[in-house]
């Protein structure tokens, strides 16, 4: 049930949750929120409930000694707190990270690097007085668990969805009353057939084709194969995941909160900075507002600004996973920009076809070296996708032919996605009714492919 594009949850715990969400009065929806998120998280990761739990309360109670009334002084003891609380949070994480490498995944705690990340920046926004009244126990808890969210994201701050305004002049704090309406209604059913559509129609079925590779082993694969299982996994990645984000976004609209966008087509970039401000973008502008600015930003030194962006992707490749692939990653990502940022920055403004080529060829092949995370078979890899100095092309020369007369239909249709007029047609005229019997269809497509498939878990729980 914990997986969106299940049945179990589209036709029995979502529609029941939100009935009883919107018939109960709105000051009870949080605890419900709350219950319910740890109903969803207990179909999904059992016991590890109780760890969901026990690190909600510790965190809301230390959270306490450290929020901080805006325009007050802050205390030693409360920078003492938040370093305690934000070092138990991390330490949690770090310790599940290391025990990855050595238990299966579905072992592990499901999406504690996404609830971690939102309580990390809680006890931040508390610290810097961004919160004019300290928010109630069911706030927060609802906050860290909620559904929608806590098996992949996005990682929404709290003032997304229990901002505070002053509206007087002491400044007091109003929570918003989330208002349920039917055009959210509708347009939170839209984004989640978008999402389930991209997931189940084009995500999976590309996940088949990188199975295929898999399954064929690296050392038997032509060149051209190579670049297309690149291109595959990197289109597959996308969808999975903005498709997820697409239907947690749709929910969240249902449930009365605004859409949290995660995804602003970032193969549309300019560059790979540019593709990761627009790539899972909570998580980027995570990274940027608790890691990277506090280290100095960008208002320091080069050699300061260098280190500062290798701390950052260095992090991020670790949040990812420990095993040294993910590292790898993060680090060739950070080098790429730095070399965006200081070598090639004036040359990339003046032909910005230089930055769409960074994204339209180095991304994929990043994203190779996220996928596999044996150093050996990754080397086999780049030797198909370089054969300067093997028989790269000379290895089954039909397989390209064979899988691209397969999977072109959902190639072409991942790469029409990615072209922003495209998808903005859709959501432009989201209310047109022909749009909205496009949408039913592929709803009920993907219902289809889902009830007779074993299901394939979002790519990002493993995260």
Excluded at 20 to 37: C, K, Q
Excluded at 69 to 76: A, Q
Excluded at 266 to 293: E, K, N, Q
Excluded at 418 to 435: D, E, Q, T
């Amino acid at each position: 049930m914990v997986n969106f594009s299940g049945l179990e949850f589209i036709f029995r715990f979502l529609p029941v949750f939100l009935i009883i969400y919107w018939i109960i009065p709105s000051r009870y929806r949080d605890a419900l929120l709350f219950a319910g998120s740890l109903v969803f998280y207990a179909f999904g990761a059992k016991l590890f409930v109780i760890l969901l739990f026990l690190l909600v309360l510790v965190n809301y109670v230390l959270g306490e000694m450290v929020w901080v009334m805006p325009g007050r002084r802050r205390k030693v003891q409360q920078r003492q707190m938040l370093v305690t609380i934000v070092t138990v949070d991390v330490i949690v994480l770090i310790v599940f990270k290391i025990l990855a490498l050595k238990v299966k995944a579905s072992l592990l705690p499901l999406g504690l690097s996404f609830y971690i990340f939102k309580m990390i920046s809680y006890q931040a926004d508390l610290y810097l007085g961004r919160m004019r009244r300290r928010p109630s126990f069911m706030q927060a808890a609802a906050y860290f668990t909620m559904f929608p969210q806590i098996a992949q994201g996005p990682i929404m701050r709290f003032s997304q969805g229990w901002i505070d305004k002053p509206t007087n002049v002491r400044r007091q704090t109003v929570y918003i009353e989330r208002s349920v309406s039917l055009a959210k209604v509708e347009d939170g059913i839209c984004f989640f057939a978008m999402g389930l559509g991209m997931k189940i129609l084009i995500a999976d079925r590309l996940g088949i084709l990188w199975n295929e590779i898999i399954k064929i082993g690296f050392e038997s694969i032509s060149t051209p194969l190579a670049w297309l299982g690149a291109v595959g996994y990197s289109l597959e990645l996308y969808f999975d995941f903005w498709g997820y984000s697409l239907m947690a976004a749709g929910i969240g609209l249902m449930l009365g909160f605004r859409f949290v966008q995660n995804f602003i087509h970032p193969y549309a970039a300019c560059g790979i900075a540019d593709f990761y401000r627009r790539w899972h973008a909570t998580l980027g502008s995570w990274f940027r507002d608790y890691v990277y600015i506090p280290l100095g930003g960008s208002r320091c030194g080069t050699f300061a600004v260098i280190r500062n962006l290798m701390i950052v992707w260095l992090l991020t490749g670790f949040w990812h996973g420990g095993t040294l692939n993910f590292v790898i990653w993060g680090l060739v990502l950070g080098l790429l920009i730095v070399w965006e940022k200081f070598v090639v920055k004036g040359l990339i403004r003046r032909v910005p076809l230089i930055g769409h080529l960074h994204v339209i060829v180095l991304i994929p092949l990043t994203w190779v070296i996220f996928a596999i995370s044996d150093l050996k078979e990754l080397g086999i890899y780049f030797t198909r996708l370089f054969p300067f100095f093997g028989t790269g092309t000379a290895v089954n020369p039909g397989d390209f032919a064979k899988y691209m007369g397969i999977y072109w239909p959902f190639l072409t249709a991942g790469i029409l996605l990615c072209v922003p007029v495209f998808y903005n047609l859709v959501i432009w005229k989201r209310r047109n009714p022909i749009v909205i019997v496009l949408l039913a269809v592929v709803f009920w497509c993907s219902v289809y492919y889902s009830s007779i498939s074993a299901g394939n878990p979002f790519m990002y729980f493993s995260f």
